[in-house]
């Protein structure tokens, strides 16, 4: 009996033993962070009908706010998972983001089909989970061209087999390339192809700076198209106004010249207020330093304790003082 009683009591110690553990363990897994997912975008980017590019732009939600994802590295494929369908590695930078260029290992398979997809995979971390995005795309080109009346005509076909067939409904916009970015050539902002593929308008931005030559650059773009991608080609065309850089001014005086080459009357200004301040400052160095030395007077000369009467030193202030006086 005594035996039996033991024997029941070690199993309830194991499984007293047995809940705690299963709850520690199932409470350091609540306590564990969980993973974020990724949200990742894929591009298609072909510019002046050459060379594709495929870039990606990885992003994250912390804290209810979407922010970029830098240093991940994002792994690009074409049609398929397998080696020899590999674009490339590449690591996002500050923004997130990351571009690589079709490689020339890969132009068979680019070119034995009208329609591929482009795959972004990415490991499983610490900090993520694992993410598979796919983009599809049916490849095609853009052409512009100019005529003697400044009209623009911007054409987007469509590639099947060695034809190029003009797509209907494509939104295009055409523009002039600046510096910071693109700009429209009239008021209207984007454009719709008609049956032909094709869509005309009116450049109207005149008089507007261009190089030496007077050239400026016309733009025409598709922006996030969900079957063509971003398509982008550039051509010049003699509509701007000629640049000519004017150095004549650059010895003569102004406010923006250099020290030196600077309006007479600044130069005077400022160098007067430099001397004043200096001037100031060293007159008052030497106030301080004469006042120094006044102070330090030979006790010999003292009015109080001049002669032989008190070479000890010692006298009283008022009766030396009224005995100066009666003097």
Same mark, same amino acid.
């Given at each position: 009996?005594?035996?039996? *009683? ?22 350091? /897994?609540?306590? @564990?962070?969980?993973?974020? #997912? ?20 990885? %992003? ?12 991940? @590295?994002? %792994? ?32 068979? #398979? &680019?070119?034995?089909? =009208? ?9 499983e971390s610490k900090e993520y989970d694992a993410s598979n995005n796919e983009l599809p795309i049916t490849k095609a080109r853009i052409y512009i061209d100019t005529a003697d009346d400044k009209n623009v005509k911007v054409t987007v076909k469509e590639l099947k087999g060695a034809e190029e067939v003009p797509v209907k409904g494509v939104e295009v916009k055409i523009g002039l390339k600046r510096l910071g /970015? ?8 984007? $454009? !719709? ?8 308008? @009116? ?20 922006? =996030? ?6 398509? %982008?080609?550039? *051509?010049?065309?003699? &509509? ?18 250099? %020290?030196?080459?600077?309006?007479? &009357? ?11 301040? &200096? ?10 330093? !004469? ?18 009467? $008190?070479? =000890? ?6 009766? =030396? ?7």
């Open positions: 009996m005594k035996h039996m *009683k033991k024997i029941l009591n070690t199993t309830r110690s194991l499984a007293f033993l047995l809940v705690a553990l299963v709850a520690s363990l199932h409470s350091f /897994a609540q306590d @564990e962070p969980a993973k974020k #997912p990724l949200i990742v975008k894929i591009n298609y980017l072909l510019v002046n009908n050459k060379v594709p590019y495929i870039s990606v732009k990885v %992003r994250t939600k912390i804290d209810k706010k979407v922010v970029n994802v830098k240093g991940l @590295e994002v %792994r690009l494929l074409l049609d398929k998972d397998s080696a020899g369908c590999e674009i490339g590695k590449v690591v996002t930078n500050y923004f997130g983001e990351g571009v690589l260029p079709l490689p020339a290992s890969l132009k068979d #398979p &680019w070119s034995t089909g =009208d329609a591929h997809k482009f795959i972004a995979d990415t490991k /970015a693109d700009i429209g050539i009239n008021e209207e902002s984007a $454009f !719709t192809t008609d049956s032909t593929g094709s869509v005309t308008t @009116e450049y109207k931005r005149l008089g507007i700076p261009g190089d030496s030559l007077g050239y400026v650059v016309l733009v025409a773009k598709t922006e =996030d198209n969900e079957t063509y991608g971003n398509l %982008r080609i550039e *051509k010049k065309a003699p &509509w701007g106004t000629k640049f000519v850089f004017d150095n004549s001014y650059f010895n003569e005086r102004s406010l923006y010249a250099r %020290r030196l080459e600077s309006p007479l &009357w600044l130069m005077f200004v400022a160098y007067t207020i430099l001397a004043t301040v &200096w001037g100031i400052l060293f007159y008052l160095v030497y106030i301080i330093v !004469t006042v120094y030395k006044d102070g330090r007077v030979d006790e010999s000369q003292h009015p109080l304790i001049m002669g032989g009467n $008190f070479k =000890d030193k010692s006298y009283n202030k008022q009766t =030396d003082i009224d005995d100066l006086l009666k003097h």
